[in-house]
Structure formats: C-alpha cells, structure tokens
C-alpha cells in the first residue's frame, strides 16, 4: 500500500511539471464538473495577465447551452463590494460622513440608538440590524414580490437591534440593502443608474448590470440547483429584495476589468482606496472585513503556506460565487458557479496552490448522490452494496447532510423503506450526530413503526435538547417529555472553568464566557448564542445543530473543547491567559 502511495505521488509530480498551469486548471475544474460539484464559469489571472478562462457545463440545460467566459451570472453578495465603491465616492466628494450617524441622511429612518448607526457600521457589519434573510420564514413567503427599497426597509426599520452600534460583527444584508438607499437619497439617482454611471460604463463594464427577472439579457446563465445526481430550476426570488446587498449579474471577464481597475486610483483616491480595503473587525476564521471585502491571510493549496487576499463570496437562488485578489502577484480567481453550492472557497485555494507549485487537493466523488444512482437504477440491496464498497475509499467523500438530503429526496418520491435504510446508514456513519437520529426516527414514524421512531427521537432529544422537533414528535406519539426536557445544573465552580478561549484552527477561535447562570459561545467573527447543558461536561446550541464537549486532562483541569456539528468533529485546546 505504501510502494502504491509512492508511485501515485511521484506521476503526480511529474505531470505537474509537463503541463503548463492554465491546464492544470483545466484539469481541475473539469474533475470538479465531472464529479457534480461546479458548473459555470472560471477565470484565473497572475501578474495581472488573463492564465485561464472558460466556461464550464451548460448555462441553460433545457436548451443545452453552454457556458462561455461571457456567460452573465448572478453575483449575490459579490454586489457588496459595488455598494461599498459607490458610499466611498459619495464620501470622498464630501456628500457623506462615514462616521456621522445615518439619520443625517435619512432623516426618517429610526436611529435612537447609543451610540447611533454610522455608514461605517452599516458597512462593515457592526450595525446591530438585524439580517432580513435570517428572519423566519422569510424566503418562504416574502421572496416573489416586488418592492421599492423604501417600502422595504419598513420590514427591518422596527426591529430591535442585536446588540449595540459597533459592539461586534455580525453579517447582515439589512446593512447593505440601507446603503443602497443612502446612495439613491444622497445621490438623486437610482442605484442602479449610479452603478453605470461611476463605476460600470468608466470601466466598460458592458456586461455588468443590476439584474431583473422581466429584461430580456443576452448570454443570461439559468440557475440551477442540485437535487441527488440531478438538476432543478432554483425558486424565483424577485431582484428587488436582495436589492444593494446582491441583485447584480457580471461576467467572469467584466470582473477582471474590474480587477485590474482596482490597482489603480480611476475610481477613487488613493486615500479612499485604502479605508476601502483597509481591515477593520475579525471577520470569518483569520479574517477581517473591510468595506465590502474580506481581507486576510488564505490558505495555499493544502500546504500551511498562504498568501494575502481580498476577496468575497456570493449565494443566491441558484448561483454561488468567489472573486479572490492577492495583490502581492496580481493574481485573480473568479469563480461563477449557476447550480448552487459549488465548494469555491476550497476550488480557490488549490487553484492558487496550482499558481504557486504547491500541492492541493482534488475534489472527491460524493458517496451518498452515488448511492442515490445506484438505489434509483438497480435497487436499495444493490445500492448498500456499493455504498460499503466506497464509503472509505480515497477518491469518495461521505459527507452526513448529503446521505440526509438524498434520504428525504427518496421519502419524497415514496420510496419509503428505501430511506429509511439510507437513514440507517447514516446513523452508523454519523452516530454522534443528534440529527441522524431525528431522520431515522421521522421515517420509521412515517412507516408506521412507532416503537422504532420512540426510540430514535428519545435518542436524538437526548443528544441535543434543543431539538423541539423531536420534543413534538415524541408527545405527538404519546410519549411524556418531561424528563427528557428538565434542566440539567451544573455547579457554579464547572461552569466557572469552562471560560476561556479555545482554538479550533489558526485564526479560529471559539470564546466561551457566562452571563449570571447563561453559558456563551462566540466563534470567531460570528455572533455569540447561548450554550445550554445535557451534563456537566456536554452543552448544545439551540440556533444551530451543534453540541460541545469539555475536556479535562488527568489532573482534572479543562484543556480543550470537542466540537462536534455535520457528522465533523474538531477538537481547540484551551488557550492560557
């Protein structure tokens, strides 16, 4: 096994120095789409000079039209780093504050806050506004109407803040949706107009715009979203809701002008440029975020080398999307995937790890959507079969939430039995995880074997008392709750020990702290939720489906935190004061 290890790596090698690095790329990006996991376009530049482009997989499936390098996709939250441009120009000409409060500007906005909501604030995420993408049940039912940006503001305006102005960093598109209607109160203009105006036409960014559902727009991609081994078109969501935060569409090619724009001072000064990329508050892991960017040291390849970057993300209905910048050698990954998911920030790293010669990783075929093929065309057995034959094989990956997602895809399509033994698998798989538990239970509840679905409840709301699924389940089927609900408490002195920083990776710290009887966690750059006890040792999180174990070495004192959420697991030691 290890003389095959050794061959393996060393034809690895030697096809990296036969081949030029855009087809590496290639190479990579096709393995990917091959495997299910990106469909779209790519672009990669390095001195400032365009390596690779292409489009990959189709733009429009029904038509089977494939994607090209000017295939317009929509951005998401991409759009931010366009928002943030358009508040600093209104800034360097002296139209705005950024440190003066909101309500100078819009007067009937409410901002009776201490200290009151700056445009600094709104950029950079500390605003307190709570995220309107978050609240429930709201992509349900409030993502088809059309609304004028002031109509919409009247869904958030009122709602309390999280926490005070400049507390903390908490991501959300309120904040950014608000600085568009800054732009378009201060400017006189829509921000759509303002957009051509100061930054798309300057830079003959022809392809760009604001996207709406109704125009007719040339090489438009269709977006798409995975279901198993297949495809589905992704709900409609009226552009008017994401609106500043992330209603436009670019091309791969349009986002390198925009790029190579950046380096210079044709937008804004130099002085405006660097409060523009400047890091102004923990973001993400190691990170920071800037005005509309995240800043900060990324990972090459799967080496521990990294190099320093600018960039940002974007999701929306069927699209997801990387622009990364790494000023130290110009280079450039875009990224514009139109099926919804693509791993970009792990496509990205290797692909930077192929412009350093370093080594990365390739992507690995998922174990549960072939599963699902071999269920759906040969049968449940068949499909167990194979399952075992590659659940730890190199080239797989198992991964918890999708065996989940194909199990219910299976329950949906009546088939029953057959996910109920999909679910079973994944309890073996996954058998800290509280969720896979809940599923086994749902289905064998749906096959009308109650005893087995008690089981499996009792078993998860064990796990994770957070779980009120399970609670209602369970009283559903007639079974008394209360003792799986009582409070567990933990003695003062425990609780006391567990404070402290714990870090999970470089740069990734979890902070536990406690307010009066209240344990909280608080994951770098993210917000802090409470922590509730199962025992004295194991907590779990009610916004989330996680649950932390506290570790104490032989002398009883607690050196590191188990966290364990998705079928993984990571364990941070405890850092010393």
Known sequence: MIISGMVIFLSTIQLSFAQTKAEEVDKLLNLYQEYGKFNGSALVAENGKILYKKGIGMANMEWEIENTPDT?????????????????????EGKLDLHAPIDNYLPDYPNDHNPKITTHHLLTHTSGIPNYTSFPGFMQNKNRDPYAPDDFLKIFEDKELDFAPGEKFSYSNS??????????????????????????????????????????????????????????????????????????????????????????????????MELYFKPYIPAFDNSHYAYGWIVGNDVIGNTTDSIYTISHGGGINGFNTIISRSPSDKSLVVLLNNTG??????????????????????????????????????????????????????????????????????????????????????????????????????????????????ENYKKSVEMNRGNQNGI?????????????????????????????????????????SKEGNQMKTQATGQAMVDIFPKSDTVFYLKVVNAQITFNRDEKGRVESLTLFQGGKEMTGKKLMD
Do not use: C
Request: without cysteine.
């Open 341 to 454: 998911g693509a791993p970009l920030n792990q496509m990205t790293r290797s692909i930077r790890g192929i412009l350093k010669g370093k080594t990365y990783d390739l992507p690995k075929k998922s174990v549960a959507f072939e599963l699902l093929g071999v269920i759906q065309s040969e049968g449940i057995e068949a499909g167990i079969a194979h399952y075992n034959k590659i659940k730890e094989a190199d080239k797989y990956d198992l991964d918890e939430n999708e065996m989940n997602q194909i199990g219910y895809q299976l329950m949906g399509s009546d088939q029953v039995e057959e996910a109920l033994q999909v679910f079973k698998l994944n309890v073996e798989a996954f058998p800290k995880s509280f969720n896979v538990y809940d599923s086994y239970a749902e289905a064998s509840m749906k096959l009308g074997r109650n005893d087995q679905a008690i």
């Open 472 to 512: 209602d389940m369970l009283k559903k089927l007639g079974v008394d709750t209360e003792s799986l609900t009582e409070d567990v408490i933990v003695p003062d002195e425990i609780l006391e020990s567990y404070i402290g920083q714990y870090e999970l990776s470089p740069g990734f710290v979890l902070t536990v």
């Open 72 to 92: 317009k996709h929509r951005l998401g939250s991409i759009t931010k780093q366009f928002t943030a441009m358009l508040i600093l120009q209104l800034a360097a």
């Open 175 to 272: 904040g950014y949706f608000l600085l568009g209607v800054l732009v378009e109160k201060i400017s006189g203009e829509t921000y759509e107009a303002m957009l051509k105006k100061n930054i798309f036409s300057p830079l003959n960014m022809n392809d760009s715009g604001y996207d709406h559902h109704d125009e007719i727009l040339k090489n438009r991609a269709t977006g798409y979203e995975k279901q198993g081994n297949n495809y589905v078109n992704s709900r409609y969501l009226d552009m008017s809701i994401p609106y500043a935060a992330g209603s436009l569409y670019s091309t791969v090619e349009d986002l390198f002008l925009w790029d190579q724009a950046l380096y210079t001072n044709k937008l804004l000064s130099k002085e405006y």
